[in-house]
């Protein structure tokens, strides 16, 4: 035998002593196990998984003695079993990647678990686990009993806790009947001693957490699970299911897809009224802006449903208030499910893992649905919705787990998908939106109601009139009713009724009216607040306007004399740095530079004079906007700006300059934005103003990303942004069309429309607005 080579062949290197690889503590198991899985309940889901994986066809899932020391819970499935090597080369071994490896099992089935550490949960649960299995036409079975309390000594290692494996004639014994019953194929869990006390409550929630295992959303398929808790509850024992007719009496169903050629479509349809909304299929680029032509989530299927919480009727089922509620207390959220089971933690009933931030948007916008004048405000609320993203391992590869198991990495993935859910709540929200204020009478609006009061009142003065004329005849009959001018019973009868009913009307209206009067101020109330935080800013961006002026003239006078101080006496830099610095010097310069400029515009657009509402020219607004912004804009960006305008200083309308130049800053600022993924040198902004008929028209092109397909009208509706961050969320406050479309309509009389792709290849606005009105004044223009 040779003798091991000593390496080392100098003096002060370094000899090999000993090589060993890196050992595990039996604790590990308990580490894994119950210090890191978070509940009982999450523990049996995982189980439950195994079963699914193992092409189970049933699992159930039995309690005996809860509230005894003698409690038992049975978890058993009758998918394919173990071998005596499927036990020890799989079973035992912790993080095997055996199902990574085949991922689609007999049935056809995608492996749900990757990780091979569910079985762990086991030390969760109990403290001791009696494993059981039989293969189909085996000739005996198997079982292994595991005391988890000896992973808990320090002083072993793992592979030192050694566990016996038995060979059993067959399974027909049930430990929870303790009778015989045919067990033919599949694996059974026996725990003892539990380690938690479960009640009514835990069952419950168990049960809730099992149905939303097993999406509610799918067809009936060959897998159930069912529930015995050994006492006795009806509301918990048996198969976990929803009831079909529960998902129809939903007010709408909407359903949207990205397919397998990146299209995406969205359907808003409902089985209680024939009304439906369709977004047409559109490519990837076109219906979600800014996150490039292909979709990295892959192809998804999005369905939701929407439960206003009050009374559903469908068919001849009535769902109450109290039955909706309880619903959607336990299935409410949007959730995600791979390969039809649930993805942990996204759209917890409790509110937990709300990825879409649906509460958090609706505290932001709580108006109700037919609230507003015009779409636009109202929000889905967390607790109003039930609904699903389905994915598959197959086809949608880049939305991994984490290793923890708490959800799904937050890549470029998940940002696409996140981006598509919200295109899709949002498409929604405008259409239900629109569906129930065109279903609102007239008597929810005031001067409707004002109108139907007052019928009301004069119905009810008629009707006094006539019970008053009566009365008064009746008076005069010196022989009472026996009289032959006496007036009849009938008709006093008649009199009084229609009297009383008259009333009765005048009491609701009154009420209507009374409602509609209080939206309205609300509604006032509300645009009072906005004009109030507006002016709020409009005095911020004044202050920042003059206190910025000063700070920026006095950097730009002291970064000149540093500049030139230091080039003339720092004669220790070396000659090589010289220009580095005098680069940094000169950039700083130019900054505050800008930034005086820009105060400057600021406090020039809040001038008296630009509040006075007069003849002004659309040409000279345009230009000096691009002349405060130029610097920005074409030196900065690269973006070519044309203004043309044939009839220069002729193009004149009334308005507030103020409004003006607030618009242009907008659509200047869109632009920019929407130009930030296109080329240096095809950035281009056009802005071309001429006449029509009795009108002015601007129209404004860019050639960036155009805008999303069918939000040509939503963008001008307050707080609708397209805008996203990296996380693919909403970013920007909404509110900037919706502010330019008040200027345009209610302060200068014209209109202003969108279109997704103008002649540039970007967004294209179209602003007409009427000539001003001759006034003799003579108006002068500037270059």
Known sequence: ??????????????????????????????????????????????????????????????????GTPNAMLVIEDFGKGMTVDDLRSNWMVIGTANKAKIRKTRKGRIQTGEKGLGRLGLDRLCERTKVQSIIEGAAEGIEMD???????????????????????????????SDGWVEFSHGTRLVLEKLKDEWSKDSLAELKAELSLLVSPFAAVNDFCIEIESGLNDPNIDGSVSVPPFVMDAAVWKVAATIDEHDMVEIHMGSARHDTEYRFKPEPWSEAVKGL????????????????????????????????????????????IYRDGFRVKPYGQPNGEGDWLRLAYRKTLSPEGVAQDAKPGNWRLGYHQVIGAIFLTHEKNPALSDQTNREGLLEGKAFVHLRAFALKTVKFFEEKHQT?????????????????????????????????????TKLSKSPAGLSDAT??????????????????????????????????????????????????????????????????????????????????????????????????????????????????????????????????????????????????IIHIEKNIQVNIECPMKGECLIDGYLMDWESIFVNLFTNAAWALETTPPDKRHIRIKIFSEGDSYVVQFDDSGRALEAGTEEAIFLPTFTTKRNARGEEDGTGLGLTIVKSFVEENSNGTITAKQRGELGGASFTIRVPRAKPTGKNIQTKE
């Open 435 to 471: 569906y129930e204020m065109a279903k609102k009478t007239a008597a929810t609006k005031p001067d409707a109601a004002v109108e139907k009061a007052q019928a009301a009142a004069d119905a009810s003065d008629d009707a006094l009139k006539n019970l008053a004329s009566l009365i």
């Open 146 to 176: 595991v005391d988890w309390s000896r992973y808990e000594q320090s002083d072993f290692r793992l592979e030192e806790v050694v566990h016996q494996i038995f060979g059993v004639p067959h399974l027909r014994h049930d430990p929870i």
């Open 1 to 66: 035998m040779s003798k091991p080579v000593n390496q080392t062949s100098k003096e002060g290197e370094r000899k090999l002593l000993d090589s060993k690889p890196f050992s595990v503590s039996a604790r590990v198991a308990m580490q894994l196990g119950r210090e890191s899985i978070s509940s009982s309940v999450t523990a049996i889901l995982e189980l439950v998984k195994n079963a699914y994986d193992a092409d189970a066809e049933l699992v159930r899932i039995r309690f005996k003695a809860l």
């Open 486 to 631: 006496s007036v009849p019973v009938a008709e006093l009868t008649q009199a009084l009724a229609t009297t009383q009913q008259s009333l009765e009307k005048a009491k609701t209206t009154a009420e209507e009216s009374a409602v509609a009067m209080a939206t309205e101020k609300a509604h006032v109330e509300r645009q009072k607040n906005m004009l109030s935080n507006l002016a709020s800013l409009g005095i911020l961006a004044a202050s920042f306007g003059h206190e910025s002026v000063d700070w920026a003239g006095n950097v730009v006078k002291l970064g000149g004399e540093l500049k030139d101080d230091i080039m003339s006496k720092a004669w220790w830099m070396p000659e090589a740095e010289r220009p580095e610095l005098q680069k940094l010097l000169a950039m700083l310069i130019s900054e505050a530079r800008k930034l005086r400029k820009f105060a400057k515009f600021t406090l020039g657009n809040i001038s008296r004079e630009k509040r006075k509402k007069e003849p002004l020219c659309l040409h000279d607004a345009a230009k000096k906007v691009y002349a405060a912004f130029e610097e």
């Open 292 to 335: 490039g032509t292909k979709p990295f989530c892959g192809p998804v299927r999005f369905e939701f449903y929407f439960f206003p919480r009050k009374e559903a009727t469908f068919g001849d089922q009535t769902l109450t208030t109290r039955d909706v509620s309880q619903f959607l207390a336990a299935n409410q959220g949007i959730r």
